[in-house]
């Protein structure tokens, strides 16, 4: 079983930065795919950022250029390093691990970027 948990998330006016982290309670495999996810109240959740094995990285067209996501393996932390915030990346921020059939998510950290 993994457990992860998001810290980092807080109230932040547009134009600054956050960098969320996500730790994991065990060692990161291979063949894992990181990602972290946002969701609003009465909305999907949505894609933010991926990693995936070879380190390639897909962004959301609305984060492109802002934010940055990154794996530190020998801590077992996932990185959304988040700049030029804007209102509308206001949600509750979650980080995933899929593993081999397996999601594995932490339980969030809400963001809040006012005008």
């Known amino acids: 079983q993994v457990q992860l948990v998001e810290s980092g998330g807080g109230l932040v006016q547009a134009g600054n930065s956050l960098r969320l982290s996500c730790a994991a309670s065990?060692?990161?495999?291979?063949?894992?795919?990181m990602g972290w996810y946002r969701q609003v109240p009465g909305n999907e959740r949505e894609l933010v950022a991926l990693?995936?094995?070879?380190?390639?990285?897909t962004y959301a067209d609305s984060v492109k250029g802002r934010f940055t996501i990154s794996r530190i393996n020998a801590r077992k932390i996932i990185y959304l390093q988040m700049d030029d915030l804007k209102p509308e990346d206001t949600a509750v921020y979650y980080c995933?691990?899929?593993?081999?059939?397996?999601?594995?998510w932490g339980q969030g950290t809400q963001v809040t970027v006012t005008s």
């Open positions: 995933k691990i899929h593993r081999g059939a397996s999601d594995f």
């Open positions: 990693i995936n094995p070879g380190e390639t990285t």
């Open positions: 065990v060692r990161f495999h291979v063949l894992d795919t």
